[in-house]
Nanobody, 122 residues
Framework: QVQLVESGGGLVQPGGSLTLSCTAP????????MAWFRQAPGKEREFVAA????????LYADSAQGRFTISRDNAQDTVWLRMNSLRPDDTGVYYC???????????????WGQGTRVTVWV
């Protein structure tokens, strides 16, 4: 069973930056993609970004496009989410997940991390 380990969350002011990381030691070939989702207080969990391990194809939510960058290091089994120009509505728990395809739906991802909290405070 793959265990995803997230880190990098914290408290940041609006306009600031954070980088989240997620490692997936022991990932298998079926886990061709890695994604980040987030859940704001009182809201449904939503897609943020995804990347394919081979080739690096990426997909972003409209809210993340232009501000967030997802990247990966295959040798380290690690994916990062660099978040710039953070806003209060970026606050939430960020989860990484693995799946077979780079898609937006939660149902396409079978393994999930425990989450890391990001708070953008005013």
């Amino acid at each position: 069973q793959v265990q995803l380990v997230e880190s990098g969350g914290g408290l940041v002011q609006p306009g600031g930056s954070l980088t989240l990381s997620c490692t997936a030691p022991g990932r298998t070939y079926e886990m061709a993609a890695m994604a980040w989702f987030r859940q704001a207080p009182g809201k449904e969990r939503e897609f943020v970004a995804a990347i394919r391990w081979i080739g690096g194809r990426t997909l972003y939510a409209d809210s993340a496009q232009g501000r967030f960058t997802i990247s990966r290091d295959n040798a380290q089994d690690t994916v990062w989410l660099r978040m710039n120009s953070l806003r209060p509505d970026d606050t939430g728990v960020y989860y990484c997940a693995t799946g077979a395809y780079v898609r937006r739906a939660q149902s396409d991802y079978g393994h999930w991390g425990q989450g890391t909290r990001v708070t953008v405070w005013v």
